[in-house]
């Protein structure tokens, strides 16, 4: 035990975690050259496609230090703050962090957001000055930032890069030097934390975990205390760039577990793995059922698919348990799903893979927030919104609660005006602006998650030309006076568009959605009016204009196979729309409430 070292790497988006991950992988010998490919942790195609990583991962490496043989753990964690539960689940898993800073970006969001995690985990933090060979690098002062964050000596952050193996020793002699070796008592019953679960689908669920007391051995019968259900270890080993099976995983070490359970959500990260026969008394404590943020109706473009919608949609959930769903019909799309998702990128994800996974054709409606909602009838009665369409009829209603956050936003000193206007025009309130450096400064917020899960983020990249970054916490619920938002598409209100909006801002979004969609709807072969209403009240009107000509006109008779073509690649063209009654719906027009700026 004494020489087994457990640690994560921590840094915000793009600071170089992965990359410096497989420095270490190569550096140790746990790859070898043949095996090494770029981010070798992301191994998902989606991950290295969008250069993110999107599960957390960990691997095992020994390496060898002063005639002494070491095992390191290392846990990889997700940087987007949608994955932030398992951020927090891998950290709690080890007893030292590499908090990584990009030489050229300084301190941003998410490095102090982890770092809190961290210091709440009383991690041993190993400050890393990474990416030295920028040329835009600025060593000296982003030191100083470290220095001042930690509170720590000016030698103690370590210079690095990840591109070229530059101060990789050093790494590993402080994880070696400074991480304290686990403590736990190897004869007390099993207590282990489950820090993470991937889906496989032919050994199925693999479960990730750390002993904290006791061991797990092959064949034994453990239970998993929150969910209360017990299993075989069908198979326990550690985890080596391939999976090494062993007869046993001792106090302090991290391995794997296959026990042939075939649905994700059995396997809950955070969740404490003990023995059936002799379990421990307490829990670890943490554990928490993860919570969608966002919500979002997923409908088959072609009607019939809707069954193999269902099945492709149960497969996708057992290896990605924190996507949930429920059957829902919309007058509009028909029968489909209303999905939660633990933010936008979660739910693009999923969109993806149901694509090229499943081969399935979706439309992804508005997304929303989920909302409480309460009568005049029974004020005190919780109704839980999560689809606008759900919310009472306006005249019963009492008052509406909506999710607020913390945001935490860090940027430079010439950009203060413009991120607080955002802020601001997102319903923003002002609670703090502290002067980091004289450049930097960070501000916080509270907000509405409505304002923020959308397109926040691209609007704040923007005002602040890329110098800013944000990071944000939930807060709980606040009053808001909110209204329902009906679109109406030739006479015909279309449930799926609907879109629940601040009193204050709903004409004026109302009126741009219907500009929006008029651009977005094409032109068929008649008028076809677009109208936004607030219970009966329209509020606004535009029109598409029909469409005079036949696309196969211009074809006058003669070759048929040309006259086939034309008409299959307008089907083509059509995939992702939706017919609404006589109306054809793109994909994009559902996304459009999200993008009118
Ligand atoms: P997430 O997993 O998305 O949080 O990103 P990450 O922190 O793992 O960053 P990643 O390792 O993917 O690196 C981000 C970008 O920085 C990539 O384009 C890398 O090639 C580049 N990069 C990483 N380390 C270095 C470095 O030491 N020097 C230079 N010049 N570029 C680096």
Redo the contacts with the bound molecule.
């Keep these: 035990m004494k020489n087994i070292r457990n640690f994560c790497i921590i840094?915000h988006?793009?600071?170089?975690?992965?990359?410096?991950a497989d420095r270490l992988l190569s550096f140790t010998g746990a790859v070898t050259q043949r095996e090494e490919q770029a981010?070798l942790l992301?191994n998902m195609d989606l991950e290295r496609e969008r250069?993110?990583?999107i599960k957390s991962h960990a691997i095992q490496m020994n390496y060898t230090h002063e005639g002494e043989d070491y095992i390191l753990n290392l846990i990889d964690t997700?940087?987007?703050v949608d994955f932030s539960y398992e951020v927090s689940r891998s950290i709690a898993a080890c007893e030292g962090a590499l908090l990584?800073v990009d030489a050229a970006q300084s301190i941003q969001a998410q490095t102090i957001s982890n770092l809190y995690l961290a210091l709440e985990n009383d991690l041993e933090i190993i400050p890393i000055l990474?990416?030295?060979?920028?040329p835009s690098a600025n060593p000296e002062e982003v030191t100083d930032d470290i220095v001042d964050l930690l509170g720590c000596d000016f030698e103690d952050v370590i210079h690095?890069?990840?591109?070229?193996g530059f101060g990789v020793d050093n790494i590993l002699k402080a994880i070696i030097d400074k991480v304290p070796a686990p403590i736990g008592n190897p004869e007390a019953p099993l207590k282990a934390l489950i820090f993470d679960s991937v889906y496989n689908s032919y050994r199925g669920v693999e479960t990730y975990f750390r002993i904290i007391d006791g061991s797990i051995k092959k064949g034994q019968k453990i239970k998993f205390m929150a969910t209360g259900k017990d299993y075989f270890a069908d198979e326990v080993g550690t985890l080596n760039l391939k999976q090494t099976p062993k007869q046993e995983i001792k106090t302090g070490d991290v391995g794997y577990l296959i026990t042939g359970i075939k649905t994700a959500s059995e396997v809950k990260v955070g969740d404490t793995i003990t023995s059936l026969i002799n379990p421990t008394e307490s829990k670890i404590e943490g554990f928490e059922n993860v919570k969608p943020m966002v919500y979002a109706g997923i409908y088959p473009v072609d009607t019939e698919d809707y069954e193999e919608l269902r099945a492709s949609m149960e497969k996708l959930q057992l290896n990605d348990a924190s996507l949930v769903f429920a059957p829902e019909s919309s007058a509009a799309l028909g029968f489909g799903f209303r999905c939660g998702f633990l933010g936008m990128l979660h739910m693009e994800i999923i969109q993806e893979r149901l694509e090229r996974e499943f081969d399935m054709t979706v439309i992804t409606t508005v997304p929303n927030v989920s909302y409480f909602a309460y009568t005049k009838k029974n004020p005190d009665v919780q109704i839980l919104v999560n689809n606008p369409t759900d919310l009472p009829d306006p005249s019963s209603m009492d008052r509406v609660e909506e999710p607020y956050i913390k945001a935490s936003i860090i940027t430079k000193s010439d950009f203060v005006g413009q991120v607080m206007g955002l802020c601001i025009e997102k319903r923003g309130e002002i609670v703090n602006q502290t002067y980091l450096t004289p450049q930097r400064v960070e501000l916080i917020f509270d907000m509405p998650l409505a304002e923020i899960v959308f397109d926040f983020y691209d609007r704040l990249k923007t005002v602040s030309k890329g110098y800013a970054s944000f990071d944000y916490y939930p807060i709980g619920m606040r009053t808001s006076k909110l209204v329902k938002v009906d679109i109406l598409l030739n006479g015909d209100s279309v449930d799926a568009l609907s879109a629940l909006l601040h009193a204050d801002n709903a004409y004026h979004i109302g009126k741009k959605m219907c500009e929006k969609l008029k651009e977005l709807i094409p032109r068929q072969q008649f008028d076809i009016p677009i109208q936004a209403a607030i219970g009966a009240k329209i509020i606004s009107r535009e029109t598409t204009k029909a469409l005079r000509k036949d696309v196969t006109a211009k074809c006058y008779g003669g070759d048929i196979s040309r006259k086939r073509k034309l008409l299959e690649k307008q089907k083509k063209g059509k995939k992702r729309m939706r017919q609404v009654g006589n109306v054809e719906i793109p994909q994009e027009a559902f996304m459009a409430v999200l993008k009118l700026n």
């Design positions: 840094a988006i793009d600071h170089g975690k992965s990359t410096l981010q992301d250069g993110i990583t997700p940087g987007h990584i990474n990416k030295v060979d920028l690095a890069s990840g591109k070229t």
